[in-house]
T-cell receptor
Framework: KAGVTQTPRYLIKTRGQQVTLSCSPI?????VSWYQQTPGQGLQFLFE???????NKGNFPGRFSGRQFSNSRSEMNVSTLELGDSALYLC???????????FGSGTRLTVV | EDKVVQSPLSLVVHEGDTVTLNCSYE??????LLWYKQEKKAPTFLFML????IEKKSGRLSSILDKKELFSILNITATQTGDSAVYLC????????????FGQGTRLTINP
């Protein structure tokens, strides 16, 4: 079965712009969570969605937002980009929350 | 503040050596501890540990959890160059949620 698909793979944006990243979970998985990975901070939790509802949010500013659609696909949006937002953004899905997390290959965002 | 600490941060060994990676944690409402291997982008799942003292094994890899002393170890025997990767330890918090708190990772390099 297909894995977790994240698009685009790479993205270069300018400070002040906004960006939308997409995550398609494994078929049948209803739980999707997002993580930011940087060399300095490691992997940090952004938010988690289950059945179109945000159930958990990490300690990130309001510029970071997300949503989940009825087909479980999820998007995250970052507005007013800053240089420090440059990171690998990873999405993980699971059938039910807490079991069998599978990560996608991520979107590498570079802000210049 | 929930915290997961891995040691060492970096390790270089020769092929055939045995390595032990450490993960300690201080979190509220512990549910389970997970180990991942990250070679390029997508972390791949290795183990999930919930109970103390029960060793999980998969080939040359094994892991055990001590919930009294709040740590876990990941052992790799007869290392191969393909084991070179960043090994991530994560703790899952809160039943029903998918929030993972990650350690900084251990970068393992296996030299031939």
């Amino acid at each position: 079965k297909a894995g977790v698909t994240q698009t685009p793979r790479y993205l270069i944006k300018t400070r002040g712009q906004q960006v939308t990243l997409s995550c398609s979970p494994i078929s049948g998985h209803r739980s999707v969570s997002w993580y930011q990975q940087t060399p300095g901070q490691g992997l940090q939790f952004l938010f988690e969605y289950f059945s179109e509802t945000q159930r958990n949010k990490g300690n990130f500013p309001g510029r970071f937002s997300g949503r989940q659609f009825s087909n479980s696909r999820s998007e995250m949006n970052v507005s007013t980009l800053e240089l420090g937002d440059s990171a690998l953004y990873l999405c993980a899905s699971s059938l039910v929350a807490g079991y069998g997390y599978t990560f996608g290959s991520g979107t590498r965002l570079t802000v210049v | 503040e929930d915290k997961v600490v891995q040691s060492p941060l970096s390790l270089v060994v020769h092929e055939g050596d045995t390595v032990t990676l450490n993960c300690s944690y201080e979190v509220t409402n512990f549910r389970s501890l997970l180990w991942y291997k990250q070679e390029k982008k997508a972390p791949t799942f290795l183990f999930m540990l919930t109970s103390s003292g029960i060793e999980k094994k998969s080939g040359r890899l094994s892991s055990i959890l001590d919930k009294k002393e709040l740590f876990s170890i990941l052992n790799i025997t007869a290392t191969q160059t393909g084991d070179s990767a960043v090994y991530l330890c994560a703790v899952r918090l809160d039943q029903g949620a998918q929030k993972l708190v990650f350690g900084q990772g251990t970068r393992l390099t296996i030299n031939p």
